[in-house]
């Protein structure tokens, strides 16, 4: 049985920084999508980055977010920097189980964790 556990989210102030992680059990990292979506309320899943073969990130974060990953500990990371009010959402990390999606969109993955909650406000 897989399963993810998100950690790491908080409140911050804009401009501040978190790291996020994700613990999995149950799954051996590989090459298949690893990746990190967040869904602020009223919106969709919206992807932020993913990592496969390469490193992707969506524009709305290029730069100030860096995807990491540490397959012996079948762990995945999220560097957040020069956080901004609308990055704030609750993140979920997630991976795949299958070849053949683009890892760039939530129909890529397979398994979720529950997500944790990120709050950027003065």
């Known amino acids: 049985q897989v399963q993810l556990v998100e950690s790491g989210g908080g409140s911050v102030q804009p401009g501040g920084s978190l790291r996020l992680s994700c613990a999995a059990s149950?799954?051996?990292?590989?090459?298949?999508?690893l990746g990190w979506f967040r869904q602020a309320p009223g919106k969709a899943r919206e992807g932020v980055a993913a990592?496969?073969?390469?490193?992707a990130y969506y524009s709305s974060v290029k730069g100030r977010f860096t995807i990491s990953r540490d397959d012996p500990k079948n762990s995945l990371f999220l560097q957040m920097n020069s956080l901004k009010p609308e990055d704030t959402a609750i993140y979920f990390c997630?991976?795949?189980?299958?070849?053949?999606?683009?890892?760039?969109?939530?129909?890529?993955?397979?398994?979720w964790g529950q997500g944790t909650q990120v709050t950027v406000s003065s």
């Open positions: 149950g799954y051996t990292f590989s090459d298949y999508c």
């Open positions: 990592i496969f073969g390469s490193i």
């Open positions: 997630a991976v795949a189980s299958r070849y053949g999606g683009s890892c760039l969109r939530p129909e890529d993955y397979d398994f």
